[in-house]
């Protein structure tokens, strides 16, 4: 998680030095803007503001009718936002509609006067990088979405979900949102159909060697490795699994099945070791569970993702990590 409410500056070496940042946290922070509607107001009544000179006129920022705050829109907001990096739709109007943002507007410029009072002038840039790096932050911490429609087949609503997280590691580089949602998945489908307590869980970033496991989840002689990018180490630690009487079973991506056996077809435990992909490792359970009856089959991925909220309750700091289940 970022930790930019704690550390404003931490978010661009551009704006060292400047005290615009620290203040813009103050002032979020006492007027509660978080949220999308004063998140859209903020960041495009900055870059408004770097246009006009002091001091600012709260007129000067009202429609004609004087019933909405001027200058903001989708399209602009959109524009703005792609500036910074961000794909994502904040707001679809803008924050042009929120209740409040009268208000807001009024308490922004009023800040920026005296921000200007206080430092001889505000800098505009450092501003706008910090109300674009808490409209990341508002998408950091939204939950996943998993739509399940009795239509369309468990799996389908499955790659959506991991299509989400992707788009979400595209967006903040270096994090693994896939790997702990394939991970956590199968640890909630293990607690829908293992007796309880009888599987230990970690956190997905929780490593194997400092807990003495010898793979994600250890069932008996049983040994679940959890991951979206099969590779020769895993592959070693399958064939120590073997060496040690135990048989393991890699859990992947559909589309890195197909890695995985050939590595271990050329390591020579392919006979050994199973390989499965996740979409179909929970498809086929719920079906199961649910009886093939499409009317009962959203109430047990309800229960997965249940159990999986639970998890990453008790084993992650993460609460972005979550899911929403929508069924249909």
């Known amino acids: 998680m970022s930790d930019t409410k704690q550390n404003p500056r931490k978010y661009s070496s551009e704006t060292e ?4 940042p620290w203040l813009a946290h103050e002032f979020q922070v006492a007027y509660k803007a978080s949220t999308k509607g004063p998140l859209a107001l903020l960041i495009q009544l900055t870059r408004i503001a770097s246009t006009k000179e002091f001091p600012l006129n709260q007129d000067d920022f009202l429609t004609e009718n004087k019933g909405q705050v001027a200058g903001l829109g989708g399209a602009n907001l959109k524009k703005i936002l792609k500036e910074h990096g961000i794909a994502q739709m904040l707001a679809s109007e803008g924050g042009r509609t929120s209740r409040g943002n009268m208000g807001l507007m009024i308490k922004y410029v009023e800040f920026l006067n005296e921000l200007h009072d206080k430092m001889g002038n505000v800098d505009f840039k ?5 109300w674009a790096e808490q409209v990341r932050e508002f998408f950091r911490n939204q939950p996943f979405v998993l739509a399940a429609d009795p239509a369309r087949t468990v799996a389908t609503s499955i790659n959506e ?7 979400r590691q595209k967006q903040n580089p270096g994090t693994q949102y896939l790997g702990a949602i394939l991970q956590h998945l199968v640890a909630a489908k293990l607690r829908v159909i293992m007796p309880e307590n009888s599987v230990e869980i970690h ?33 070693q630690k399958c064939a120590a699994n073997i060496r040690a009487g135990c048989q393991p ?5 559909f589309e890195r099945v197909r890695t995985a056996l050939d590595l271990a077809t050329d390591a020579g435990i392919s006979e050994r070791a199973d390989v499965w992909d996740v979409q179909q490792f929970l498809s086929t359970n719920v079906n199961e569970h649910s009886f093939f009856d499409g009317a ?3 109430a047990k991925l309800a ?8 998890i990453v309750d008790e084993v992650e700091s993460d609460p972005s990590l979550r899911i929403e289940f929508e069924a249909k």
Not at 126 to 130: M, S, T
Not at 161 to 167: C, D, G, I, T, W
Not at 305 to 310: L, R
Request: hydrophobic share 40%; net charge negative; proline share 5%.
């Open 17 to 20: 030095g400047s005290q615009s």
């Open 126 to 130: 450092a501003l706008e990088a910090y």
């Open 161 to 167: 979900l991991f299509s989400q997280a992707r788009a």
């Open 203 to 235: 956190g997905a970033y929780v490593a194997d060697s400092p807990t003495n496991r010898s793979g994600d989840f250890v069932i008996g002689q049983t040994i679940i490795h959890c991951t979206t990018a099969p590779s020769e180490p895993l592959i």
């Open 249 to 253: 079973i890699i859990i992947t991506i």
């Open 296 to 298: 009962t089959r959203n």
């Open 303 to 310: 229960d997965i993702i249940e159990k999986y909220n639970a």
